[in-house]
């Protein structure tokens, strides 16, 4: 099983970028899918989950009205736009998965799958 996150890169503050996590040797049916983050000397934080049926979504408090999660089962792959970047949002941003339809609550602890992570620089 992997999560192939890609679309990171070096944006100016107020740019955006769109990110993007494709599964493959298995199909996440029935599984919520997370994007957290990383900045360097800091943990591993929840930035946005999506429940299975894309019938719930939920956001950092940071980032709501500026970044959006969505997925394409058909696809097997699950996205973040990301708009109106601000310096502080840089991190390695990582893609997870976690069997079950629910995306509440959505924990590091909780996660069965991680993507390998893609680079977000945000410039001032």
């Known amino acids: 099983v992997q999560l192939q996150a890609s679309g990171g890169g070096l944006v100016q503050a107020g740019g955006s970028l769109r990110l993007s996590c494709a599964a493959s040797g298995r199909t996440f049916s029935g599984y919520a899918m997370a994007w957290f983050r990383q900045a360097p000397g800091k943990e591993r934080e929840f930035v946005a989950a999506?429940?299975?049926?894309?019938?719930?979504?939920y956001y950092k408090d940071s980032v709501k009205g500026r970044f959006t999660i969505s997925r394409d089962n058909a696809k097997n792959t699950v996205y973040l736009q990301m708009n109106s970047l601000k310096p502080e949002d840089t991190a390695v941003y990582y893609c997870a998965a976690r069997n079950g339809w629910r995306a509440d609550n959505f924990h590091v602890s909780d996660v069965d799958y991680w993507g390998q992570g893609t680079e977000v620089t945000v410039s001032s």
């Open positions: 999506i429940s299975w049926l894309s019938t719930t979504t």
